[in-house]
Nanobody, 113 residues
């Protein structure tokens, strides 16, 4: 069973870059046909897919976030990361890492000065 755990700061200032890491156990980032995702849920809103990094290393982003989002991986550590630049209070959300059908417990990120 794959386990995912998000880590990163809970508070980010406006205009800064949000950086989160997902630590993966019980599965490999390079296993064929697995996609590793970041999703988020803002207060009062549904889940929003932000982007994927595929087993091949290819990345895919939500068009509305593409200019601010970067997903990368470190296969030696079996971790993948999210960077979201130029954050605003609207980026306040619980951020989850995910690979079907598994999801981390989520980490709250608040954007505030």
């Amino acid at each position: 069973q794959v386990q995912l755990r998000e880590s990163g700061p809970g508070l980010v200032k406006p205009s800064q870059t949000l950086s989160l890491t997902c630590i993966v156990s019980g599965g490999s980032l390079t296993t064929a046909y697995y996609y590793w995702s970041w999703i988020r849920q803002s207060p009062g809103k549904g889940l929003e897919w932000m982007g994927d990094i595929a087993y091949s290393g290819s990345t895919y982003y939500r068009p509305s976030l593409k200019s601010r989002t970067s997903i990368s991986r470190d296969t030696s550590k079996n971790q993948f990361a999210l960077q979201l630049s130029s954050v605003t209070p609207e980026d306040t959300a619980v951020y989850y890492c995910h690979t079907f059908p598994f999801r981390g417990q989520g980490t709250q990120v608040t954007v505030s000065s």
